[in-house]
């Protein structure tokens, strides 16, 4: 076996973390720069962090939700640390490079904790590696950006330092986990729970868990109604243009709580379903399964709860960004049972570190959106000669004009007041941007096609664009490789 210094394990694991950020910041740049980013969800933290810089409070017009202001359906106040930057200047790729360094960051704490459990380095570089390919990392960087991905930094961290009984630093990363979104704080739940329970530190415990879900209600009942332009939590009372997650459970969030209680058979076939089964063992095969015998994955029941009974099934898939907040949770509880069958025996120790890595690297070949996969390849991240047009369409629309525009070309224009995804104020706006040329043609194999790309039927989208090649309100000013640029007539 080849010796690895102790030195030259951390610069090889400092050198594979800085090789995953430089790779996805490319890949989500790229990403975005060939019009396969989307107003929502993208443009839509674009729209609120600009907005605030100019005096107007995460006010939003972009969203799918019938909100004006995005704290009205996601409690993220953690979005505020990118306001410096947006003074700076405002652009949507300062939160893709914040995501990739946020995960490529998380992945410290995984490290250490795999070196100091294994008492090597050699083991807690392979930890580290199969960490890195969890597919829901990279599939959570590669659709856009999310808080909730950019959480996976604090619940790392947290996770280390409460191992470690550093309390401190648990409380202060336990605390940004609890601001990142409004549900997130039920992880921090669950770990005074760990604390009580597991650690014996009662007094410690109680006072996490309590004040994270005295934090939770306040959030849910009292500071998103606030916000919500209709006083009730935007997501789950299905006032908006699409039915709330949650509205075959009830229209209130005190009618779901109730029928989850009265109608436990319900919920378990719902819980127990293939394909609800069939995300769970994806979240933990890349381990080998080894997660589900460690406390550390169970911290993420009431989270994983929430998101299998949504009846959106983007919620319970690993190709969404939903899913990432999981994975350090994952690799800690590997980490233990690891540590507790395998550390003793030399054979069992190598070998089941192998297998971690070659299921985590199988695991990101079958189940991720990066060009690691079949479906994918580097091609889909690269900006075509049409999609570097884009900045001069940009040009011919003022700055304080309102703008309907296709789905897929919000996010490189939603740094203004009034934005709307297309065919929302088609009969309003006083510009209306739209493009025929499909950038996902050349690629037929990867699951984000054209169509789920400007989230309507192509053929109303096509209707709707004749539509508005005969109306009267709007003259087509411009008319050139695909893009049409109707200016509503004064």
Do not use: C
């Amino acid at each position: 076996m080849i010796s690895i210094g102790k030195a030259k394990t951390e610069k090889i694991a400092l050198l594979l973390i800085i090789v995953f950020v430089l790779v996805f910041t490319a890949l989500s740049f790229g990403r975005h720069d060939a019009l396969k980013s989307y107003l929502n969800d993208l443009g839509t933290y674009d729209q609120a962090l600009w907005s605030t810089v100019h005096g107007n409070f995460f006010h939003l017009t972009s969203s799918m939700v019938n909100i004006d202001n995005y704290l009205g359906a996601h409690f993220s106040p953690i979005l505020m640390i990118f306001l410096p930057f947006y003074f700076i200047f405002a652009s949507p790729k300062w939160l893709l490079f914040f995501q990739s360094l946020a995960v490529g960051g998380s992945a410290i704490p995984i490290y250490l904790f795999a070196k100091e459990k294994f008492k090597s380095g050699k083991l807690g570089l392979l930890m580290l590696a199969g960490y890195l390919l969890y597919p829901a990392l990279g599939n959570g960087l590669l659709y856009d950006f999310h808080e909730i991905v950019l959480a996976v930094f604090f619940a790392a961290w947290a996770l280390y330092f409460l191992e470690n009984e550093n309390d401190r630093w648990f409380i202060f990363f336990a605390a940004l986990l609890a601001l990142s979104q409004e549900h997130l704080p039920l992880l921090v739940f669950m770990m005074g729970l760990y604390l009580i329970f597991i650690k014996k530190r009662k007094k410690f415990g109680i006072i996490v868990s309590g004040v994270s879900l005295l934090y939770f209600f306040l959030v849910m009942t009292v500071l998103i109604p606030y916000f919500s332009s209709t006083g009730k939590p935007a997501l789950i009372y299905s006032e908006s243009m699409y039915p709330s997650r949650y509205a075959w459970l009830g229209s209130s969030f005190s009618e779901i709580a109730k029928n989850i209680i009265l109608h436990p058979l319900t919920i378990f076939k719902v819980i127990f379903s293939y394909e609800r089964l069939k995300y769970i063992f994806i979240l933990v095969a890349p381990v080998f399964s080894l997660a589900l015998f460690s406390w550390p994955f169970w911290i993420i029941l009431p989270v994983l709860f929430i998101g299998i009974l949504s009846s959106n099934p983007m919620t319970f898939s690993v190709s969404f960004y939903h899913s990432a907040i999981f994975a350090p949770f994952v690799f800690f509880a590997s980490i233990y049972t690891y540590k507790k069958w395998f550390l003793e025996d030399k054979f069992l120790r190598w070998m089941f570190a192998i297998l971690v890595f070659a299921f985590s690297l199988g695991s990101s070949i079958l189940y991720g959106v990066f060009p690691l996969s079949p479906n994918y390849k580097i091609s889909d991240y690269l900006p075509s000669a049409h999609a570097k047009k884009i900045g001069e369409v940009k040009k011919m629309i003022p700055a304080d004009a309102s703008l309907s525009i296709q789905h897929n070309l919000g996010p490189h224009f939603s740094e203004r007041q009034f934005i709307y995804r297309f065919p929302l104020k088609k009969d309003e706006a006083e510009y209306v941007l739209l493009d025929t040329f499909d950038p996902f043609a050349d690629n037929p194999k990867q699951i984000f096609g054209f169509e789920y790309a400007l989230q309507m039927d192509t053929l109303e989208w096509q209707e709707n664009i004749e539509e508005l090649k005969r109306s009267d309100k709007y003259d087509l000013i411009f008319d050139e490789d695909g893009y049409l640029l109707f200016r509503k007539n004064l």
